[in-house]
């Protein structure tokens, strides 16, 4: 028990991956969940920490793809250095033969002439290992491996991490149903961190599709666990799997509420939209006090005299639609009708954002699954106030 106990407490390496753009924001939510000396990478963030930490991140964190936990990192002479040094390796302690596993990652590296051989490399001496000490090896899955191994090779430099999410962490298990171009659930988490909403005053989507800004609004007012509908995570594969101290995790999770600590509206001009939020929303127990309505966004009248708007307008690329004649109609609508928000928009289009006719206080480049999108920030100034909306 003592070993096991000082194996679960062991400080290791953790990375945790996330989108371009969506480091800073990933560090901050690190430090608000009491994550210290966080280190910013290029799209991941690393920190130290042990297995609870493991199991406490792939819950908690809501602008993750994946968490990465580091295995060996070792340096690369030639191409068969690899195989050596990861045949070396104790991979029969990590999980059993009777898992299926798959090998991924990123090579940055001119010491491999096909970007996909060292990932074979990784995966036979995986296999061997339990051929020499079962006399049998187990089986590769490439969609839907119950183990992920994560290989990242940076020129001569090898790094071994064990993927602990498996499927990406945006797949929450929450939503029943998408729309034709649904934005990312961690993306839509940082927008919201991004936005620098208070969590307290009102929140707007008036695009909202079916929902996904709308219900991470919520899980993060509400102090929810963005990931807690997810039931599967490559960590319960694993030999030292503990599920008596997940099970604890997760039953002190915040799970239900009895109210919203400020209005969340969301209206989309699809009735096929708005219905598909309404079941998205059924399985919290939020989700009533989630306002939805079938409307034009030029429909929406302002609910409060302040609040925050964060919207996923249609870019063109996926949607059949007027692009610059509906950017122009939304600018012209937020000057009227949002005096006093704080909005921000989510776009591919720059033809759309020069057709808002305002000019942005903030502009921050990031992506939208593989889509470069740029998200900008407006402030609609009341009548009251000296300063108006500025028009370019």
């Not at 030029?298 to 964060?310: A, F, Y």
Request: hydrophobic share 40%; proline share 3%.
């Amino acid at each position: 028990m003592g070993t096991e106990m000082k194996e679960q407490d062991r400080k290791m390496v953790i990375t945790l991956k996330t989108f371009y753009g969506l480091e800073e924001i990933l560090k901050e939510e690190l430090e608000e969940l009491g994550f210290s000396d966080v280190v910013l990478l290029n799209r991941a963030v690393q920190i130290k920490g042990n297995w609870n930490d493991v199991y406490f991140l792939n819950l908690h964190c809501r602008c993750a793809i994946s968490v990465l936990l580091q295995l060996a990192v070792f340096e690369l002479k030639s191409e068969d250095d690899l195989y050596t040094r990861c045949a070396k390796m104790n991979w029969t302690s990590l999980f059993d033969k009777d898992k299926t596993f798959a090998v991924k990652g990123a090579i940055f590296s001119d010491l491999f002439r096909h970007s996909q051989y060292p990932f074979l490399v990784v995966k036979d001496a995986i296999a061997d290992s339990f051929r020499d000490k079962y006399g049998e090896r187990p089986d590769v899955n490439v969609k839907t491996p119950q183990v992920m191994i994560d290989l990242y090779v940076n020129n001569k430099t090898a790094t071994i991490s064990l993927n602990t999410s498996g499927l990406p962490l945006f797949q929450r298990g929450y939503r029943e149903s998408v729309g034709e171009a649904p934005i990312n659930e961690v993306v839509a988490a940082a927008l919201i961190r991004m936005s620098g909403w208070d969590r307290k005053s009102t929140f707007v989507d008036p695009f909202c599709g079916s929902g996904t800004i709308l219900i991470e609004a919520a899980l993060l007012a509400t102090g929810i666990p963005s990931n807690i509908e997810r039931q599967h995570y490559a960590f319960k594969n694993l030999l030292n799997y503990d599920a008596e101290v997940w099970d604890e995790m997760y039953e002190e999770a915040n799970k239900k509420v009895r109210s919203l600590p400020c209005r969340i509206i969301g209206s989309d001009v699809s009735d096929e939209m708005v219905t598909k939020t309404r079941r998205n929303l059924r399985g919290f127990s939020f989700g009533r006090f989630v306002e939805t309505s079938v409307c034009s966004f030029d429909e929406v009248k302002r609910p409060e005299d302040h609040g925050t708007m964060i919207t996923n307008p249609p870019y063109g690329e996926r949607l059949e639609v007027d692009v610059e004649e509906m950017y122009d109609a939304l600018g012209t609508w937020m000057k009227h009708e949002m005096k006093g928000f704080e909005c921000w928009v989510i776009s591919s289009s720059e033809e759309g954002f020069k057709s808002l006719g305002l000019k942005p206080d903030n502009k921050i480049k990031l992506f939208n699954g593989e889509l470069e999108c740029s998200f900008r920030k407006y402030s609609i100034y009341d009548g009251s106030k000296k300063a108006q909306a500025v028009v370019e």
